[in-house]
């Protein structure tokens, strides 16, 4: 039976860009079209870095009034974002000057300071399961706090980003649980903020709005909102505010033995899980917790993606060097010789070195292997070392699962680069499913979906993105080379090698 057209406005903001995307859902199958795009300037004053809040509320009201003179019948909004960020709002409702961005340099010491003067790096991990990293929402209300930041001090409520923007829509002010899980506040185990970590940082619970999970109203488009869009009162919905959970939700898997991976300049290499894995060799590993749909944990690494490509890419451009296409680039690495360099991409030397060509070359020669030079032989070390990396933590990962893992799903951006694709499924022994890109939208809008009762569980909503999307499939091609480049890798990155059956 055919079933009515359905649309759902998807609000997706990037820590440099923006969008808003209606998608359409009708007969199981969804379609999208994007509606506005636009940049997300970050604003330097002070000594501090700071997000432009109503900059993005602006732009998110013209895509409101763009759909109200298209006509286009919207069932409800959902909102997704980056992590870790936040808004100070006084006891008036009224927001207390732009939120710090986490690139603030507020935060490069209070890592340090806080695992020296307030609390010890295990007690912080056994409560929250997150990952360590500087401009965690932990460390920036700790600076904040040092320094005495008055937005900070007036505060009656703190927002996520997500939850701001939603309040500045609805005027209701709540806590969606997949944004809040990236703060390092949370306790995993109680799916609400610990009062140990709050207490940490001069919090209390009321500080925080209530706690949300996807698929729940958070409430109407104000009646100042429907004003200034010629909208009615549409529902906005608690999605997967986090945009990682979001496109999580929406990998296109057949079942639960897979691994995702998620592709861009940062890659996310992680397994989902029913309940949070904090244990001493997590900890050891460095692994995180974040919150996923259905209470379900995004057991999770960081790892440094196409950084280091984009960043050499650049600096050839930027040298006035040709054939930097990136299907020049793909084609040039696939025929240089493989294995011949190998860097561990995450290391600290590649986070933002004035060249990156230079630091690349610069690791081969401290760890004793032949210098890349041309474009060709740098995108090849690059691509192989980072196939390498997958295979390292795609190794970890299966230790952790509570099921075997026969499928990696590539998401993002990165899904689209077929060199690497083959090249991490015969390096990680298992078969790789590509696509789709665009995961972070389509779980936004099928999230949105699932809340208006027009696809049942997680399985469906993911039977229906897999019969929406395309997508491409690498078999596995192992050999004894990438078993002896593993050793190779294993001994640069300073990790005893991984066993694969």
């Not at 759909?67 to 960020?85: C, L």
């Not at 703190?158 to 990236?182: K, W």
Request: proline share 4%.
């Amino acid at each position: 039976m055919m079933t009515e057209n359905k649309n759902f406005l998807a609000i997706d903001l990037g820590a440099t860009s923006g969008r808003t995307i209606v998608g359409t859902f009708a007969d199981g199958k969804v379609e999208m079209q994007e509606l506005t795009r636009f940049e997300n300037h970050l604003i330097e004053t002070g000594g501090h870095v700071y997000w432009d809040i109503f900059t993005l509320y602006r732009e998110i009201l013209d895509s409101l009034r763009l759909v109200a003179q298209r006509g286009i019948q919207i069932e409800s909004i959902g909102i997704d974002t980056w992590g870790v960020d936040f808004v100070c709002v006084g006891d008036d409702g009224a927001l207390l000057r732009n939120p710090l961005a986490y690139r603030d340099p507020h935060t490069f010491a209070a890592l340090d300071d806080y695992l020296t003067n307030v609390s010890s790096r295990e007690e912080v991990y056994n409560i929250t399961g997150i990952e360590f990293m500087n401009f965690n929402s932990l460390f920036q209300l700790h600076a904040m706090r040092r320094e005495g930041n008055s937005a900070l001090k007036n505060a009656a409520k703190i927002l996520f980003m997500p939850d701001a923007l939603a309040y500045l829509l609805t005027g209701e002010m709540v806590c969606e649980y997949t944004i809040a899980s990236t703060s390092q506040l949370l306790d995993p185990r109680t799916k609400d903020f610990s009062p140990k970590m709050l207490a940490s940082v001069g919090l209390t619970r009321e500080k925080f709005g209530r706690m949300v999970f996807s698929g729940e109203k958070i409430g109407s488009l104000t009646p100042e909102i429907q004003r200034l869009t010629g909208l009615g009162a549409i529902p906005v919905v608690a999605v997967a505010s986090h945009d990682t959970a979001s496109a999580i939700a929406a990998v296109p898997a057949q079942n639960e033995n897979f691994a995702y991976l998620s592709s861009g300049t940062w890659s996310l290499m992680g397994i989902e899980l029913k309940n949070a894995a904090i244990t001493p060799r997590s900890y050891d590993l460095n692994f995180t917790n974040e919150g996923g749909i259905d209470g379900t944990t995004c057991f999770l690494k960081n790892i440094c993606g196409m950084w280091l490509y984009e960043r050499c890419r650049k600096e050839w451009k930027d040298g006035g060097i040709d054939g930097l296409s990136h299907a020049e680039l793909l084609a040039a690495a696939e025929s240089a010789t493989p294995f011949r360099s190998i860097v561990n991409p995450d290391d600290a030397t590649f986070a933002n070195p004035p060249s990156m060509v230079e630091a690349i070359q610069a690791f081969c020669r401290k760890t004793g292997q032949p210098t890349p030079e041309t474009t060709a032989e740098i995108c090849r070390c690059i691509f192989d070392s980072l196939a390498l990396r997958y295979r390292q933590v795609f190794a970890w990962l299966k230790e952790f699962s509570p099921v075997p893992i026969d499928t990696l799903h590539i998401i993002g951006g990165g899904s689209q680069n077929a060199l690497l694709n083959q090249m991490t499924a015969d390096a990680c022994h298992v078969a790789v499913v590509a696509g789709p890109q665009e995961c972070t939208s389509l779980g936004n809008i099928m999230l949105q979906a699932r809340a208006a009762q027009l696809v049942g569980d997680i399985w469906e909503m993911r039977r229906c993105i897999a019969e929406t999307s395309t997508m491409q499939r690498f078999e596995p091609h192992p050999t004894e080379d990438w078993d002896a480049a593993f050793e190779k890798f294993s001994v640069i990155s300073q990790a005893p090698p991984q066993a694969f059956s």
